[in-house]
T-cell receptor, first 114, second 114 residues
Framework: GENVEQHPSTLSVQEGDSAVIKCTYS??????FPWYKQELGKRPQLIID?????GEKKDQRIAVTLNKTAKHFSLHITETQPEDSAVYFC?????????????FGQGTTLQVKP | DSGVTQTPKHLITATGQRVTLRCSPR?????VYWYQQSLDQGLQFLIQ???????AKGNILERFSAQQFPDLHSELNLSSLELGDSALYFC?????????????FGPGTRLLVL
């Protein structure tokens, strides 16, 4: 079945360091991979996404890489700041025109220490 | 603010009861997705409606049902509630039904079953 594994479950870094969160997916038909950031008590917010026709996408301090062969994608945050502290979720969506349902990873709690 | 609204914000009820959660999508969005977020299960896809019709179903319990009305708002009905149904329930909307469309999440309804 469809499954997304996310690691690590918690990550603590010093301000200014980089953070990397990794996800693997089981369904080889998946071809859309968004990342959401959820602050405590708030809604998940999309921060970046990637489609299977590209291997990397960058937006300022955030980048996502995709390895379709390995069924693996990662979120990279550089020059971390305390406001980056939140729970990050990866997700995968199967290539289908009928539905965009997202299968989420279990989440990574990122703590950026000042 | 994502433009997606959900009511109520909080709901406290007893086991065996029935509740209705309401979601209004962003203006112009035709798809509504429902997700359940519990501490041990992360974000789980429940069901998707597109322009009034059910489009995809996840691991939604038989005690749960949903519908989307002509004005595109959606309701999630939870019946015969159990303690384990306590969770955050999010709806998300997107402009179409297919994959790769950004899903915008509402603020969620926090359900507590006592």
């Amino acid at each position: 079945g469809e499954n997304v594994e996310q690691h690590p479950s918690t990550l603590s870094v010093q301000e200014g360091d980089s953070a990397v969160i990794k996800c693997t997916y089981s369904d080889s038909a998946s071809n859309y991979f968004p990342w959401y950031k959820q602050e405590l008590g708030k809604r998940p917010q999309l921060i970046i996404d990637i489609r299977s026709n590209v291997g990397e996408k960058k937006d300022q301090r955030i980048a996502v890489t995709l390895n379709k062969t390995a069924k693996h994608f990662s979120l990279h945050i550089t020059e971390t700041q305390p406001e980056d502290s939140a729970v990050y979720f990866c997700a995968a969506s199967k290539g289908s025109s009928n539905t965009g349902k997202l299968i989420f990873g279990q989440g990574t709690t990122l703590q950026v220490k000042p | 603010d994502s433009g997606v609204t959900q009511t109520p914000k909080h709901l406290i009820t007893a086991t065996g009861q029935r509740v209705t959660l309401r979601c209004s999508p962003r203006s112009g969005d035709l798809s509504v997705y429902w997700y359940q977020q519990s501490l041990d299960q992360g974000l789980q896809f429940l069901i998707q409606y597109y322009n009034g019709e059910e489009r995809a179903k996840g691991n939604i319990l038989e005690r749960f049902s949903a519908q989307q009305f002509p004005d595109l708002h959606s309701e999630l009905n939870l019946s015969s509630l159990e303690l384990g149904d306590s969770a955050l329930y999010f709806c998300a909307s997107s402009s179409s039904s297919g994959f790769g469309e950004t899903q915008y999440f509402g603020p969620g309804t926090r359900l507590l079953v006592l």
